[in-house]
């Protein structure tokens, strides 16, 4: 499954410098049981079993005021050392309706660090615009 990511990734034409690009969050969880692929100091330190991340990232994407769940990639996505591997991730990005408080209750249990509003590094090109209504939020570990 790693290397249907990496074709995804190398369709998109980053360039080092962007903003890392973001993917669909099935695409990075369906079939990854690389637990150190996304928080990996949190894994063994209270962040969940990766397939329990996948699911409640389901969850979420079912609720009614979520447009799209998406995965953002570390900014060294891209090295030699994860070829043969799942990209690391650095966040998720949920574009809902929802406000802040909302959101940061989704996530109860998945020892991630916070929520923000927004894009931190910027928005990659590989993301879409959310919707009218709706805001993008940052869910972040470290």
Not at 9 to 22: C, H, N, R, S, Y
Not at 29 to 55: D, K
Not at 98 to 121: N, R
Request: glycine content about 8%; charged content about 25%.
């Amino acid at each position: 499954m790693h290397q249907t990511i990496r074709n995804t990734l190398t369709a998109l034409d980053w360039k080092e410098g962007e903003p890392p690009p973001v993917v669909d969050f099935h695409l990075y969880f369906e079939g990854n049981t690389e637990e150190e692929c996304i928080a990996p100091n949190q894994w063994g330190e209270g962040r969940p079993p990766i397939a329990e991340l996948y699911a409640r990232f389901k969850e979420i994407a079912a609720h009614p005021s979520v447009e799209r769940v998406l995965v953002g990639l570390h900014e060294s996505w891209n090295d030699e050392s994860f070829s043969d591997s799942f990209p690391p991730a650095e966040n998720v990005y949920i574009f809902t309706s929802a406000k802040q408080l909302e959101v940061e209750g989704w996530l109860t249990g998945l020892h991630s660090d916070g929520v923000l509003k927004g894009w931190p590094y910027g928005k990659p090109r590989s993301a879409p615009e959310p919707a009218k209504g709706n805001s993008v939020y940052s869910v972040y570990w470290d």
